[in-house]
């Protein structure tokens, strides 16, 4: 399996990139391509001892920035590493695209360049995150701000699919994330997307649970929780700020005298534990679903251990065939 890094795009670049494909290279194997300005990428390998690693540089000698129009962006600058990146893919230089650069820009050459499966109306970017039980697909978290019911109907396939084949889920739970548990709760679209689920899920095509709330989704009501791209986001953004919240809560608790920082010294591996459940870096990426190729987004703040985690990612996403899973899937998603 060859992975292709776009080593030039994200905040922490082209470190982050390159230390994080040096410690997937000697972790996982497989072979990797840095795409960016050679010499820097050089330079970085013979830093990081990567002589005898199966690790290969191609040439672009621009950059695509957080500041760039996404939409233009891979147009203008053609021998950026993204866009080189991107083209490397739909060639078959490589069998999946890691970058931690511009999402829209991203989104853009995911579906413009490598194009989107074939019956499939949008590409959803899905988010894992942790619950009570496990862990929950947030399926779309900010790709598709505006959506219709089959949108919705298509996500929660992908979704499925991709909790069956790479976190190992048999059966996923598939909940619609509504105001309300009951079906007559929603807007126009939630309405129409309930009774596309639901009729799906009386035919077994899918296992629908029914709406879920808010509040239900980090308890591990449901597997894949799925919603439009602008409701998506802002659930996510409110999960990864109350996290925040309580993670400096709780390290305030244990900062208030001589006791609590002694109760701390009992309770710090199972707390580090606890924190490392909602540690972002564990999940390093998501792919673009429903897109013809494996394209993995990462955060723009990735360190290499978020990196290394996005390509361990990309390859169980390749090992299990999820793509193909999906093409011949098609006739059950669509209207």
Do not use: W
Request: aromatic share 6%; hydrophobic share 40%.
């Amino acid at each position: 399996m060859k992975l292709i890094i776009d080593a030039m795009s994200g905040d922490n670049a082209p470190q982050a990139l390159v230390s994080g494909c040096v410690m997937a290279a000697k972790e996982f194997g497989q072979e990797y391509v840095l795409v960016g300005q050679e010499d820097i990428l050089r330079d970085l390998l013979n830093k990081e001892g990567a002589e005898n690693l199966p690790i290969t540089i191609r040439n672009a000698t621009e950059v695509v920035d957080m500041h760039d129009d996404p939409a233009r962006v891979l147009r203008r600058k053609k021998d950026s590493s993204m866009a080189v990146a991107f083209r490397m893919l739909a060639e078959g230089e490589g069998d999946a695209l890691v970058s931690a650069g511009n999402t829209g820009a991203q989104l853009s050459g995911a579906t413009l360049i490598v194009k989107r499966i074939r019956g499939i109306r949008r590409a959803a970017l899905p988010t894992l995150l942790p619950t009570k039980t496990g862990k929950v697909l947030l399926i779309d978290s900010g790709a598709n701000t505006e959506c219709t019911p089959e949108y919705l109907l298509q996500f929660a396939f992908m979704g499925s699919f991709y909790m069956q084949k790479v976190v190992g889920v048999d059966k996923p739970r598939v909940g619609l994330i509504n105001n309300g548990t009951e079906d007559t709760k929603g807007d126009p679209l939630r309405k129409e997307a309930y009774a596309l689920l639901k009729q799906a899920g009386d035919e077994g095509r899918i296992h629908f649970v029914g709406n879920v709330e808010g509040s239900d989704i980090m308890l591990g009501t449901c597997d894949v929780a799925v919603t439009d791209g602008f409701t998506g986001n802002v659930v996510l953004k409110t999960i990864e700020g109350a996290a925040k919240f309580l993670g400096s809560g709780i390290k305030k608790v244990f900062l208030t005298n001589t006791r609590t920082k002694l109760g701390y010294l009992f309770v710090k591996p199972q707390l580090k534990s606890f924190m490392a459940v909602m540690d972002s870096s564990e999940v390093g990426g998501a792919p673009f679903l429903g897109v013809s190729k494996p394209v993995f987004k990462a955060h723009g703040s990735s360190d290499a251990r978020a990196i290394r985690s996005a390509v361990m990612q990309a390859i169980r996403y390749v090992e299990g065939d999820v793509v193909k899973t999906i093409q011949e899937n098609i006739d059950q998603m669509t209207i």
